[in-house]
């Protein structure tokens, strides 16, 4: 299968180490200085590159049938994943949907749902503030948990490094009645992605960067839940090809990630 690879930063030699991993024919693009390869007879096309280009790196390929896999957040404005999501082979690389710590709390009842996710200060550019780079990957974990529309969204934000919101702590309530809170960060002193689910049993307690899950039942007691043992962006790859290839279809399409871009947009305005 021809793939045409969009991104050559860190994001895209991750992508395109899992792809040739997985048998791809790999045309790779510097969406900054124009093809680096001839794309001809492309199957499918990866964008690994800048939020603001996304719409314009994956709208033309679309337009003509191709299948694109877009990294997250889809776009930076809802009217630019709107466009997108008006077409149904475009999918959205929302890699933790593929964590196997968070597979393994597949069909939990959530109730109320606690995430924080921190990371060290980089000196890697941003163009995006701390709600579209990392909150929206709980915000989207969320959805998938809870298939309840957004009701209501408070928030905190705060500049403090990047000229944009850098610390974020939001609640946000769902017209199911479910609730999360959510932190995020990306001047933390340490790395953390934490998610807790509560049900009418109990919780789970899930660490998606070391892959652990815990059980407390309503008694109390304590138990191990097993995780599977496999690398989140090479299922997700593997997911996407398979797809392309006529496989299952692809579980995070453009539409499905529009809610979470919504909740997103709603804690921006509020932080604003």
Not at 99 to 122: I, K, M, T, Y
Not at 146 to 168: C, F, K, Q, W, Y
Request: with cysteine; proline share 5%; glycine share 8%.
């Amino acid at each position: 299968m021809r793939v045409a690879l969009y991104g050559v930063g860190r994001m895209g030699a991750h992508h395109a180490r899992h792809l040739v991993a997985l048998g791809a024919e790999l045309r790779l693009v510097d969406p900054e200085k124009g093809h680096a390869d001839r794309l001809d007879g492309i199957d499918a096309v990866v964008v690994a590159a800048p939020t603001r280009l996304h719409r314009a790196l994956a709208e033309p390929w679309l337009v003509r049938g191709v299948p694109v896999l877009v990294e997250k957040p889809l776009a930076p404005t809802l009217a630019d994943a709107e466009a997108l999501a008006a077409h149904a082979h475009c999918s959205v690389g929302h890699v933790e949907r593929f964590n196997p710590a968070f597979a393994a709390l597949a069909g939990v009842d959530a109730r109320f749902v606690q995430a924080e996710r921190l990371a060290a200060w980089s000196d890697r550019g941003f163009d995006a503030d701390v709600v579209l780079d990392l909150m929206i990957h709980d915000l989207d974990l969320f959805w998938a948990l809870t298939r309840s529309p957004v009701r209501e969204v408070r928030a905190n934000g705060l500049s403090v490094r990047s000229g944009m919101v850098d610390i974020v702590h939001a609640r946000v309530e769902t017209e199911g009645g479910h609730v999360g809170v959510f932190a995020a960060s990306r001047i933390s002193r340490k790395a953390v992605r934490s998610l807790r689910v509560f049900g009418p049993d109990g919780y789970w307690s899930a660490d998606l960067r070391d892959r652990a899950v815990l059980r407390v039942s309503s008694g109390l007691e304590e138990s191990v839940v097993p995780v599977a043992a496999y690398d989140a962006l090479g299922a997700e790859l593997q997911a996407f090809l398979g797809a392309v290839g006529g496989g299952p279809a692809f579980p995070v399409s453009a539409a499905e990630a529009l809610p979470s871009l919504r909740a997103a947009e709603a804690i921006r305005c509020a932080c604003s």
